[in-house]
Structure formats: structure tokens, C-alpha cells
């Protein structure tokens, strides 16, 4: 199974961005998609969650400006991120946990996609 992010990308305070990330390969179904972020000289922090289900959880930091969703007929768990700010300046990850078969379920992370803010 591999995750492919996208959408990353330079913008200005204010500005808008729409993060896609698709899993392809071995996949029976996807519990937990997410998004998690990681700014230089920063620990990775979660961003936002999404269940099977469709609950959604997301960090205080970002609650009222992003979007998380999926769209499970393709895999895929998209973040829509408005009003930046430079503080969401970071290189963000998709998570997903896969059943790779109706027993099995692993972790995997996507590659990171780069979103800057400027001011």
C-alpha cells in the first residue's frame, strides 16, 4: 500500500489550499484517514481526523478554518485549508489505517507535502 499527498504549495497569508492524499495497492478498506503536520524544529502534531464513519476531530489550531473529508469510493482524504496563516507553516502528512484483508489492518504514513505561508 502507498500514499501519495499532494496539493502542498506556496501561498499568502489569507490564502487557500486543498490537500489530497490517495492510497493505492492491497486494500480491503480504510478505517482512520488523517492529517498531521510537522513545522522545522517542531514534533509532528496532529491536524485532523476522520473515522470510517465520518466523525471528524481537529487540532484547536486549526478549528473553524480546515476541512478534512474522504471520499472512499477512491481512497482518498482531502484537507481544505482556508484563512493561512504563517503558523501553518509546515510539511504536512496523510495517515491511514488499511485492512489489508478483513483481519489485518497496518499504519502507513504518505510521503509529505510542503505548504508555506507567507506573509
Known amino acids: 500500500v502507498q500514499l501519495q499527498a499532494s496539493g502542498g504549495g506556496v501561498v499568502q497569508a489569507g490564502g487557500s489550499l486543498r490537500l489530497s492524499c490517495a492510497a493505492s495497492g492491497s486494500i480491503f478498506s480504510i478505517n482512520a484517514m488523517g492529517w498531521y503536520r510537522q513545522a522545522p524544529g517542531e514534533q509532528r502534531e496532529l491536524v485532523a481526523t476522520?473515522?470510517?464513519?465520518?466523525?471528524?476531530n481537529y487540532a484547536d489550531s486549526v478549528k473553524g478554518r480546515f476541512t478534512i473529508s474522504r471520499d472512499n469510493a477512491k481512497n482518498t482524504v482531502y484537507l481544505q485549508m482556508y484563512d493561512l496563516k504563517t503558523t501553518d507553516t509546515a510539511v504536512y502528512y496523510c495517515?491511514?489505517?488499511?485492512?489489508?484483508?478483513?483481519?489485518?489492518?497496518?499504519?502507513?504514513w504518505g510521503q509529505g507535502t510542503q505548504v508555506t505561508v507567507s506573509s
Open positions: 495517515k491511514m489505517v488499511v485492512l489489508t484483508t478483513p483481519r489485518y489492518e497496518y499504519l502507513y
Open positions: 476522520i473515522t470510517s464513519g465520518g466523525s471528524t
